[in-house]
Structures are given as C-alpha cells and as structure tokens.
C-alpha cells in the first residue's frame, strides 16, 4: 500500500491503474479509521479493482470553537488498518496542499444544508462539498462510498454530484454500529465512560421511534415527542435536533408516506453525536 501525500502523486497512481484497465473507488474520510470505515472499504472493493482511501481533517468544514486541533489523528494506526482491509493507496494531503495561497473557490449546494446538521453548523456542508469536489477532480474515480450516519452528508453529496454532472457513482453504506448500539464514530474517543453510556440513549430512541412506525404511527410530532422525551430523560443529553424528514429532499413531514429519515443530533458534555435511521413505510 502506498501513502501519497501530493495531488500529482495521486494523479500519477491512479493513471497506472488507469492504464491497466482497472476500475477506481474512492473512499473519503478524515482518519481515526473504526469498523465504520472499513465497512465502506469492502463496499467499495466489492464495485472497484482498486480504493483509494482519503485522510484529510478539512479545516473548511470546522467551525469557529469547534475540534479542529483536537480531531484524533493517527496516521500509522490508519495505515495499518487500512492495508489490512484492502486499501490499494491512501491519499492523505496537508491543508495547504489542497488549499495553496491564495485558494478561494468554494462548491455550496443549497436547500439542503439549510435544515438539520445545517442550521447549527453554518458554512460546514459548504466546506463538505468544497473537498469532496476537490477529492473526485484529484483521484476521478468511478465509485465513491460514504455512511449512512452522515445521512445529510450523503443526500447533499449525490445533489452536488447530479448537478455538476460529475461521473461519479455514490454509493451509501449501511450504519456500523458498537454491540450495544452506539453508532461508531471517530468522535467517540472524546465521551468520558458515564457520557459513552448515556449515548446509548441515541440508537435506544430511534429505536423506539422504528417501533412506533411499525405499530402504524404516521405522525411526525408524535414520533418526535417520544424520541425528544426520551433523550431528555437523560440527564447527561441536550438535544441539538430531533428531525423527521424525506429522506431524498430532507424536507419536513407532517406524515410518513414514504422513505423518512428520522435524525437526531444531541450533545453530551463537549461531544456532539449524531444518529439516524431511514423507516420505509
């Protein structure tokens, strides 16, 4: 496996795959890689010859007092687990290699980023969008992989992908969650154990919600009521958001009819966690 630090690099590694006829998957991430990460790795093996794994903690898509400096970072661990689960190259740029001097170009999808994840991180999807565009013009790969638990990530990624025209396939993977239900994240690293145990409020209220709908619950503000009450029960929880949305166009439902994701976001101590699930109904 190599480790190629230069966009030229990269480009060079993927025009010898290139010439060999081999197919490219790309799957973006900022390190500290967990079975989450993995999982999107065989995703991606399972659809390309070669994967390509990007590391790179974006600064434009931090906002100001958030965990920029602190975002754990551990490149020789990465390596590691990522040779082990079949990555062909990691593309690990600095900040100042995808934003030389003088950069001042930035990819916004609208609508989207106005609701959930959005409305309390203003200028993060813009940053989102800005790197990934970035990453798929660096490596151009046919497949590109990301997670469910980034449910507005994925929904704003796939617009930006069909609006430019870019040829690149999307492929949303599946949540990869801990034995007792705590969605994986990175992020997970900051939560003392009383706050990783609180958390478990999170998968436990969706849940609950997932129950409610196959019971034959079709509205949204009783959905909500549950879950928002159940994570309040939590003394150690202070809900961000508790959202019920389309899945597709993020709006706001009243009433299920369709494929719904439910989505809540909810701080404990200094770490903000988000979880998701998609109802079909």
């Known amino acids: ?21 081999k197919r490219i998957g790309l799957v973006p991430t900022m390190g500290y890689l967990h079975e989450g990460h993995l999982s999107l790795v065989q995703v991606a093996r399972d659809r390309a010859e070669i994967v390509i794994m990007s590391i790179f903690v974006n600064p434009l898509q931090f906002g100001v007092n958030e965990d920029l400096d602190r975002y754990p970072r551990d490149l020789e661990r990465d390596s590691r687990l990522a040779e082990a689960a079949g990555v062909a190259a990691i593309f690990s740029p600095s900040a100042e290699e995808m934003y030389p001097p003088g950069f001042c170009t930035a990819v916004e999808v609208e609508k989207l980023t106005e609701g959930l994840c959005g409305r309390s ?11 990934v565009c970035k990453l ?15 449910a507005q990530q994925a929904a704003i990624i796939r617009k930006m992908t ?13 949540i990869v969650r801990e034995e007792d239900g705590l969605a994986m994240s990175s992020r997970n690293v900051y939560l003392t154990a009383a706050e990783r145990q609180a958390a478990l409020v999170l998968s436990r209220s969706l849940q609950l919600a997932r129950q409610m709908v196959a019971r034959g619950e079709r509205e949204a503000g009783r959905l909500r009521q549950a879950i928002s009450e159940m994570i309040s029960s939590e003394p150690a929880a202070k ?33 903000r966690l988000i979880d998701n699930v998609v109802v079909e109904v």
């Open 136 to 150: 798929f013009n660096c490596v151009q790969p046919e497949v590109a992989v990301f997670g469910q638990k980034d």
């Open 162 to 174: 069909s609006d430019l025209n870019l040829p690149v396939e999307i492929i949303v993977a599946p």
């Open 121 to 131: 991180r203003p200028g993060h999807f813009r940053g989102v969008t800005t790197v």
């Open 239 to 271: 809900i961000d958001y508790v959202e019920i949305v389309g899945a597709a166009d993020l709006a706001p439902v009243e009433q299920l009819s369709s494929s719904t994701l439910i989505a809540v976001a909810v701080r404990f101590g200094t770490t």
């Open 1 to 21: 496996m190599e480790i190629i630090r230069d966009i030229a690099g990269i480009r060079r590694f993927v025009a010898a795959q290139r010439q060999q006829g």
